[in-house]
């Protein structure tokens, strides 16, 4: 079946500094991509999403490629904020079916002054 | 504009007693709807999907059900918690391939 692969668990970081959290899928579909963001106590919103090989997609300082060839889709930014602090999760769609949304574990992205 | 409404917003019940989680989306016609669980710090495990009224379908079995008896509108319940079942419970909303827009949660703790 489908499934996200997320290798960091917890990542801390000072402020100012570049991040990049991985993400790679299995799926046997077109796939859909996204990155979400959970604050603490609030519930994930979407910060990125992509279906299109090899285009960049940004939004808040956050950009990720979708690359097909290496089933890659890794979150990117350039410098890191306090308020960056939160949960943030890789999640795979099957393009076409609207039935499946798939979260890798996540990341713990905690940036300290 | 779309809103999606989670009610209640937190609850505290003993184990072997009903629940019922309620989700209302409000200026979509006949969205995709799920419900989701999230142990705390924990990953989101999608429980329940339903692309149109009347059909639901199981993605994890948990000892609860969901049902979808308007359009607008999607119940997850259970005649007897478990401990296991605390943690936080999202509804969420989709067009096919668009965005999956979450409501708010309901956080459940079982005791």
């Known amino acids: 079946g489908d499934s996200v692969t997320q290798t960091e668990g917890l990542v801390t970081l000072t402020k100012g500094l570049p991040v990049m959290l991985n993400c790679t899928y299995q799926?046997?579909?077109?796939?859909?991509l996204f990155w979400y963001v959970q604050h603490l106590n609030e519930a994930p919103k979407l910060l990125l999403k992509s279906s299109t090989d090899n285009k960049r997609t940004e939004h808040q300082g956050f950009y990720a490629t979708l690359h097909k060839s290496s089933s890659s889709f890794h979150l990117q930014k350039s410098s890191v904020q306090l308020s960056d602090s939160a949960l943030y999760f890789c999640a795979l769609s099957e393009q076409g079916t609207g039935s499946k949304l798939s979260f890798g574990k996540g990341a713990k992205l905690t940036v300290s002054p | 504009a779309q809103t999606i409404h989670q009610w209640p917003v937190a609850e505290i019940k003993a184990v072997g007693s009903p629940l019922s989680l309620g989700c209302t989306i409000k200026?979509?016609?006949?969205?995709?709807l799920y419900w989701y669980w999230q142990a705390t710090g924990g990953t989101l495990q999608q429980l329940f999907y339903?692309?149109?009224?009347?059909?639901v379908e199981s993605v994890v079995q948990l000892n609860l059900s969901a049902s979808r008896p308007k359009d607008d509108q999607f119940i997850l319940s259970t005649e007897k918690l478990l401990l296991s079942h605390s943690g936080f419970y999202l509804c969420?909303?989709?067009?096919?391939?668009?965005?999956?827009?979450f409501g708010s949660g309901t956080r459940l703790l079982v005791i």
């Open positions: 799926t046997t579909y077109s796939p859909f």
């Open positions: 200026g979509k016609s006949s969205p995709n």
């Open positions: 339903s692309i149109t009224v009347g059909q």
């Open positions: 969420a909303w989709s067009l096919a391939d668009s965005d999956y827009t």
